[in-house]
């Protein structure tokens, strides 16, 4: 049962916005997906508490400080949303929980500051735990033909191997209009989400088997 993570250290970074949409992909694609939510905002619960019956379902998974709950029988696909401040022994558990591991990444310099050292901690803990769930950044919010895009691009190449770069989401409200309804990209007409279906098309092909 794949686990995926969606894991940045910084608040605001969109880490709800990417798990909802994926969960909305995966269910979309006929899994049967469960959706957790560790930030005591709880986002993406109250995204699915908006969901509308209708749509292909996503059930939710309780999350503590200690433990993911028993996952619901049946489920074949989990998503986790988290917490800003993500680390030690909480951050090493979910590690080594996840098989993917998405980091989304804004184009700011204490982002990508704080990105940086957190990606490189994800590599320490692979080594520790000998468990290496596939990782992947994201770009988001960015805005095309700008010096943050350019200093966005130069960064991610600072990694070396092991990191899948996934490409970058445009700054749009779609996702925040969405995000108000229970919505996610996969559940409206694709002719009004042309250009951001586009932009996942590389994150949609990562997270398959």
């Known amino acids: 049962m794949p ?28 899994h049967a997906v469960a959706l957790g939510d560790a930030d005591v905002q709880q986002s993406s619960r109250q995204w699915l508490a908006q969901r509308p019956p209708q749509l292909p379902p ?21 998503v986790l949303d988290t917490p800003a401040g993500l680390h030690g022994k909480r951050l090493a558990r979910l590690h080594g929980l996840a098989d993917r591991i998405l980091v989304p990444l804004q184009p700011s310099l204490f982002d990508m500051q704080a990105c940086h050292a957190f990606v490189l901690r994800l590599k320490e803990l692979a080594a520790e735990q000998r468990h290496r769930p596939r990782l992947g950044l994201l770009g988001m919010r960015v805005r095309q033909g700008t010096l943050s895009q350019q200093q966005l691009q130069q960064f991610r190449l600072s990694f070396g191997e092991g990191l899948d770069w996934l490409g970058e989401l445009r700054d749009t409200q779609h996702y925040v209009q969405l995000a108000a309804r229970g919505l996610s990209l996969w559940d409206i007409s694709p002719g009004q989400v042309e250009k951001d279906l586009l932009q996942w098309q590389a994150l949609c092909g990562w997270l398959k088997p």
């Open 3 to 30: 686990v995926i993570l969606v894991a940045n250290p910084k608040g605001g970074a969109g880490k709800s916005t990417l798990a909802t949409n994926i969960a909305g992909f995966l269910a979309w694609q006929g």
């Open 58 to 78: 996503i059930r939710p998974l309780d999350i503590d400080d200690r433990q993911v709950a028993r996952v619901p029988k049946g489920v074949s696909h989990v």
